[in-house]
Structure formats: structure tokens, C-alpha cells
């Protein structure tokens, strides 16, 4: 699976009853509340990085990518303009990018 093939499905179930759809579910609750789901889900994954547990990061990261999708639909941005941003800052080292993002 694509991120672009999750995000399609994330459209898709973001039209459907909240009854019959987790993910329309999150959506109705707002921005807010997708936000800090995705939150939620970035420390779960921490931990499982931090204790090395490959199987349990695995499964957080797979949680905590559709989550962000689900963050991404509810604040309107495709993943193609996160991925033009990414290949945009390849034109420089990433250090060089950090540095020039605090200034």
C-alpha cells in the first residue's frame, strides 16, 4: 500500500456515517481532536522505539502514519504537497534546511 492509496481510503471513509467509521468518527470530532489522536499515537511510537520492540513499532508507526493522513484530510493537504515539500528540500543538505527554518 501507497500513502496515496491510504489517503484515498481515508477519503472514502471520511464521507461514511461515524456510526460505521472510526476514521469518520475522529473527523467529526474536528481538528483538534484528530490532532491530538495523532499526538497520541507519535508517543505510542516513541515508546516502542525506545524499548526496541520491532513488532510493537511496527504497528504504532502503522497507526501513527494514518493518523497523520487522517490530520492531513481534515486540514486539507494532499500527501502530494507534503511529498513536493519533501523534494523540495532535497536541493540542499538537511542540515542547511533545519538552520534556515530558525532563522
Do not use: Y
Request: net charge negative; with cysteine.
Amino acid at each position: 500500500m501507497t500513502l496515496t492509496e491510504l489517503e484515498a481510503i481515508i477519503a472514502t471513509r471520511a464521507k461514511a456515517s461515524p456510526e460505521d467509521s472510526w476514521t469518520a468518527k475522529l473527523l467529526a470530532q474536528g481538528r483538534d481532536k484528530t490532532a491530538e489522536k495523532l499526538g497520541e499515537e507519535a508517543i505510542e511510537t516513541v515508546i516502542e522505539a525506545v524499548k526496541g520492540n520491532k513488532a510493537g513499532l511496527t504497528c504504532e508507526a502503522a497507526d501513527l502514519l494514518f493518523h497523520l493522513l487522517v490530520v492531513l484530510h481534515a486540514n486539507e493537504v494532499r500527501v502530494a504537497d507534503v511529498m513536493a515539500e519533501l523534494e523540495r528540500r532535497q536541493s540542499r543538505s538537511g542540515l542547511a534546511e533545519k538552520a534556515a527554518r530558525q532563522t
